[in-house]
């Protein structure tokens, strides 16, 4: 099977306008970093969606594996998770059960941006056909994790 190479960057810059000249710039992704930044949640989001509004994939790397913020940075429409310093499989499973609904995971209920703010079919389509795209990254940046059950 022939994958396709996806060319992404990092944006460390809170401002609406760094995301929209990255966007602008032919990248098919683009990851906020919210772990060595001081981007807070409402420029995240001014971010995400500036982001895809020029049809390119928003990432976001959370501070770490808490549930709170992984929520909320997938309400708020992120195309995927990005999490760090994940040493063991038991974290990874923790990861994947925060980003994804009952019966696979732990996530809850929300009506907001990527929900469509709950008009219409938003949180039914949203969990039926977004929520099961919603790409789940685990940064294992230690020699030990690799050694890890």
């Excluded at 997938?74 to 040493?87: F, N, R, S, V, W």
């Excluded at 696979?104 to 079919?121: C, F, I, K, S």
């Excluded at 990254?137 to 030990?144: D, M, N, R, S, V």
């Amino acid at each position: 099977m022939h994958q396709s190479i996806r060319i992404g960057s990092w944006i460390t810059i809170h401002h609406m306008a760094v995301a929209e000249v990255m966007a602008s710039a032919g990248f098919d992704w683009l990851c906020l970093d919210m772990e060595h930044t001081v981007t807070d949640l409402y420029d995240m989001q001014v971010m995400l969606a500036t982001i895809q509004s020029f049809g390119v994939k928003a990432y976001v790397r959370v501070g770490g594996n808490e549930a709170m913020q992984i929520k909320r940075v997938l309400d708020a429409g992120a195309d995927g998770i990005i999490c760090p310093m994940i040493q063991t499989a038991e974290q990874a499973r923790q990861l994947v059960s925060h980003c994804k609904y009952p019966p696979q995971g732990t996530r809850g209920v929300g009506l907001a941006r990527a929900q469509r703010y709950g008009l219409d079919e938003g949180f039914e389509h949203y969990r039926d056909h977004k929520a099961p795209q919603v790409e789940v990254i685990a940064q294992i940046e230690h020699y030990q994790a690799v050694d890890q059950p």
